[in-house]
């Protein structure tokens, strides 16, 4: 049974950081693509990040771009996504999800073959 379990997230101010965690059981993580998703009250779900399974393909939203990076370590089968200088239009309830070949070209836009998702983690970033 694919599960994955979402850690960190919180409260931090304008300019903080976060770190985002998401470990992997019950399926071999090296087959699975991972992207980083968010939902802010009232506004669609979006793609935020991209990681390939071998981890050397790596995509951002322009709204991101230069603040956050995504990671793996697929020995201990997890994602991670660091978060620096945060902004207040950061504030969303962030979810990951595993994506098996991916094959595609926009993860970001087409959520379609992410079939396995987080927990969701709230992160508020306000003074």
């Known amino acids: 049974q694919v599960q994955l379990v979402q850690s960190g997230g919180g409260l931090v101010q304008p300019g903080g950081s976060l770190r985002l965690s998401c470990a992997a059981s019950?399926?071999?993580?090296?087959?699975?693509?991972i992207g980083w998703f968010r939902q802010a009250p009232g506004k669609e779900r979006e793609g935020v990040s991209y990681?390939?399974?071998?981890?050397?393909?790596?995509i951002y939203a322009d709204s991101v771009k230069g603040r956050f990076t995504i990671s793996r370590d697929n020995g201990k089968k997890t994602v991670y996504l660091q978060m620096n200088s945060l902004k207040p239009e950061d504030t969303a309830v962030y979810y990951c999800?595993?994506?098996?070949?991916?094959?595609?070209?926009?993860?970001?836009?087409?959520?379609?073959?992410?079939?396995?998702w987080g927990q969701g983690t709230q992160v508020t970033v306000s003074s």
């Open positions: 999800a595993a994506a098996y070949l991916y094959s595609g070209s926009y993860p970001l836009e087409d959520h379609s073959d992410f079939l396995s």
């Open positions: 990681i390939s399974r071998s981890g050397g393909r790596t």
């Open positions: 019950g399926f071999i993580f090296d087959y699975y693509d």
